[in-house]
C-alpha cells in the first residue's frame, strides 16, 4: 500500500469541502478551469442606494472568500499531482522528506518544517 495513502484520503476529503464551499459562490469554467464568481443571487436590479452598495460589498466579499479558497483548491489538486508524480512528501525548496508530522497537520505541505515559513514564496501551483 502507498505509504502516503492516508495522506491522499485526507486530500480527497478536503478537495470535496473546499469544492462545496466554491459551488455555494462560484461555477467552474471548464474551459479555463477557473471558478468564476456567481452573482446572479445578488439582486442587482435595486435602485435603491443603500441595497446597490450591500449589493456591491457582497460581491467584494465573495471574491476575497473565493481567492482563498481557490488558493486552497489548487494547492490540494497540486498535491494530489505530486502523488501521482511520485513527488509527494518532498520538500519543494530543500528536496529532503517532509516531516510526516506536519503532513498530517497539513497534508497539502509543500515544505519541510524547516522551510514552511518560505512557502508562501514558492510560485503558485
Ligand atoms: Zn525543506
Known amino acids: ?20 464551499q466554491l459551488q455555494d459562490i462560484a461555477v467552474l469554467d ?22 446597490q452598495a450591500d449589493a456591491a460589498e457582497e460581491a467584494d466579499e465573495r471574491i476575497a472568500i473565493l481567492a482563498e479558497l481557490e488558493n486552497r483548491y489548487r494547492s490540494i ?21 517532509i516531516e510526516e508530522g506536519r503532513l498530517v497537520a497539513n497534508p497539502a505541505a509543500r515544505t519541510c518544517v524547516h522551510h514552511m515559513e ?4 514558492l510560485p503558485l501551483p
Open 30 to 51: 471548464t474551459d479555463s478551469g477557473d471558478w468564476v464568481i456567481r452573482t446572479n443571487d445578488i439582486d442587482q436590479t435595486e435602485t435603491d442606494e443603500n441595497s
Open 77 to 97: 489538486i497540486h498535491a494530489l499531482k505530486k502523488m501521482e508524480g511520485g513527488t509527494y512528501g518532498i520538500c519543494e525548496i530543500s528536496g529532503e522528506t
Open 118 to 121: 518560505s512557502e508562501f514564496e
Open 1 to 20: 500500500m502507498n505509504k502516503y495513502a492516508p495522506h491522499q484520503k485526507a486530500l480527497e476529503e478536503q478537495l470535496d469541502e473546499v469544492i462545496a
